[in-house]
């Protein structure tokens, strides 16, 4: 599966941004997630969707900001960022198909190539 990132972009703090993964092969019963990488730092989980408990997770810092959802019709996934703050600043990444049982380690069988947020103050 080839994963597409796009969306990413400078907002101000407090603004919202959406960021859209297209792939190139049909989603519906594939897990994806979205992760992110600030600058100096490793790669975290923000959120993500899987299929086995058709459950959406999400991080703390995620929770009641960000929204995971999914068009399987046209092979897409979103992640919507409201209220982001300079600390959402990093490169964002989708993944699909964890290689392991976890859904929050980033281990996964495809990756996008990222989309950069930046968030001013």
């Known amino acids: 599966v080839q994963l597409q990132a796009s969306g990413g ?3 101000q703090a407090g ?3 959406r960021l859209s993964c297209a792939a190139s092969r049909n989603i519906f ?15 975290e989980f923000v959120t993500g969707f ?3 408990d058709g459950e959406t997770y999400y ?11 999914r068009d399987s019709s046209k092979n897409t996934v979103f992640l ?4 982001l703050k300079p600390e959402d600043t990093a490169v964002y990444y989708c ?7 976890s859904y929050s ?3 996964y069988k495809f990756w996008g190539q990222g989309t950069h947020v930046t968030v001013s103050s």
């Open 105 to 107: 380690i980033p281990q």
């Open 15 to 17: 603004g919202s941004l």
């Open 95 to 101: 993944a699909a198909e964890p290689m392991g049982s």
């Open 80 to 83: 919507t960022m409201n209220n």
């Open 59 to 69: 991080s703390d810092s995620a929770k009641g900001r960000f929204t995971f959802s």
């Open 50 to 52: 899987r299929w086995t």
């Open 9 to 11: 972009g400078l907002v």
């Open 29 to 43: 019963r594939k897990s994806m997630a979205w992760f992110r990488q600030a600058s100096g730092k490793e790669r």
